[in-house]
Structures are given as structure tokens and as C-alpha cells.
């Protein structure tokens, strides 16, 4: 079906913006404009993609299956024109998915040597949990992701390359000060409240999955996106926090490591990026600073 790309980037900004008016402030084009290509396109493709109402408009279940189609490709074509633009200003755009957790705690040293290095390059960081970051990263929304691993969630197009080692624990305050010095099992564990990710981590499936393996159905007493969160509520003696150990606070903060017997697995923190898509000289750089090299394997 030939349809012309203009009629999909109207399609798109309406979609996005759920604004008629919105959508022609974008486009630099009338409002009417944009309604008549809202109309050709439907006509074209035999469907209904909006419902228009005098206070709002919303998407058709047609419309929102478009959308997730023509978002990535429109996407693409930002990141091909970027890129391009990047190149003759000698300056560069990255953009880069990861949690809350990884950049402040693991990335920050490596943004600011970047930074320092490439004072033109323009940084765009969006925070986001390790599952969303593969979502970001296979609808090229980010050019690469720094993430918890082993993800499921990462598809076969991604290129990984394991940049840390850590080790998650179990940690408690005062509160618990009977626990100082014991070892105890999972089961044992589920007798006190625990802290924890929300089910939409790969932190969470970890912890979960853990448990399953010994037969054990873990309830956690809370449950947050925050691990900064989780040790401020470990600190005020509201649980055992699940937490990775370079998250751990250096300051003397009365918290204490609760030994289980056992063995808790190591995770990697990893880089990923999309290797069927061109790498800039910005994201070339930037994984050359996480990881030494500008590849990465499979």
C-alpha cells in the first residue's frame, strides 16, 4: 500500500499529543491540515483511528496498534537525522537508558568523564527499570542501556557486554540486632517482614525465582521502585531490605548485612545496545568509557 510518510508523522504527533491543535503547533501546519490528512490516511487504510469528541480525542484499538508500529519508525528516522547533525557539529547526541539505582550509584564517574572528554556531545539520560530499558532500547527510543543481568527482556538484536560484578544482600537495623551474627534460611527469613523492587524488575524476578527453587512463595511486607527507598525503610527498622551491595551507604547509617544459608548469586550490571543499528561517534565513545573497548559481544 503506497501511503505517504507525512500522513504517519500526522498520524503520529495527533497519536502522541491526543491534540489536533497540539499536533499543528508541531508540525508548523493548520489545524485543518491536519484533520484533512487524519481523514485520507483512514480512508486509506479502511479504519477508524480516532474517536474525536469536542473536549478530547482518544485513539481506536486500530489506532493504538498503528501507533505501536509507527513510533519506532519514526523514531529511527529522529536518530538517523541526529546523528547526521551530530556528525558535522563535531559534538554528538547519546542517548542512554538505565535505573535510578544504576546511574546514581554506578554510572555518574562515567558521565562526568564523558562529559569532560566531549564537553559537546549532548547527554540524554531517561530512567526507566532494567525490564522498560529493553523495551527503550528495542524501539531505538535509547541508543544503548545499562542494565541488571542476566534480562529476559533483552531480544536477540542486543549486543552485551558485562561491565560489574555485585552482589545483593540482605540488610536490617537495630531493630533486628537479634539477627547480628546468625545465618539463616530462606524459609527462616520469611518470618520477617521483607523490603523489596516491585514485581516490574528483573531485581524482583531474581528474588522471586530464588525462592520458587527452594519451594518457598515469598510475600514481601513492601514492595518499591526505590532503592534508596528501601534503605531509608531498613533504617527506620520497617524490614530487611533486598538490595544490591553498591547501593550500601558508607556512612555509618546502623545497618548490618543478614547472612543466609543460602548462596545468593552473582548479578552483572551489562551495556546493551542494538547492533543491526549504525553506532555514532558519541555511543562509540561512551562504551569505550564503560567498557574499554567500542565492541561488545553477544
Known sequence: MDINYELYKVFYHVAVSLSFSEASKQLYISQSAVSQSIKTLEKKLD????????????????GEILLRHVEPAISLIKRGETQIMDAASHGGQIRIGASDTICRYFL???????????????????????IRCAE?????LVDLIVVNYPNSYLG????????KTFQDVFIANE???????????????LEYPIL???????????LHTLFQQHQLDLVPEIELSSNDLLIDLASI??????????????????????????????????????????????????????????????
Open 47 to 62: 479504519e477508524t483511528l480516532f474517536i474525536r469528541s469536542t473536549k478530547k480525542v482518544r485513539l481506536t484499538p486500530e
Open 175 to 189: 531493630a533486628f540486632t537479634s539477627l547480628r551474627g546468625r545465618i539463616l534460611s530462606f524459609r527462616e527469613l
Open 196 to 206: 523489596m523492587l516491585d514485581k516490574k524488575s528483573t531485581t524482583s524476578e531474581f
Open 136 to 140: 527503550l532500547l528495542e524501539s531505538g
Open 237 to 298: 527498622g520497617l524490614g530487611i531490605a533486598f538490595i544490591p551491595d553498591y547501593c550500601i551507604p558508607h556512612k555509618s547509617t546502623g545497618l548490618f548485612t543478614v547472612e543466609t544459608k543460602e548462596k545468593l548469586p552473582q548479578r552483572e550490571l551489562a551495556v546493551a545496545y542494538n547492533e543491526h543499528m549504525p553506532v555514532s561517534k558519541a555511543v562509540g565513545e561512551f562504551l569505550h568509557c564503560l567498557t574499554g573497548t567500542d565492541g561488545a559481544r553477544k
Open 108 to 130: 555518574v564517574p562515567y558521565l562526568e568523564q564523558f562529559h569532560k572528554t566531549f564537553p559537546g556531545a549532548h547527554i540524554k539520560v531517561t530512567n526507566a527499570t532494567s
Open 156 to 163: 536477540n538484536m542486543a549486543s552485551v557486554k558485562a561491565i
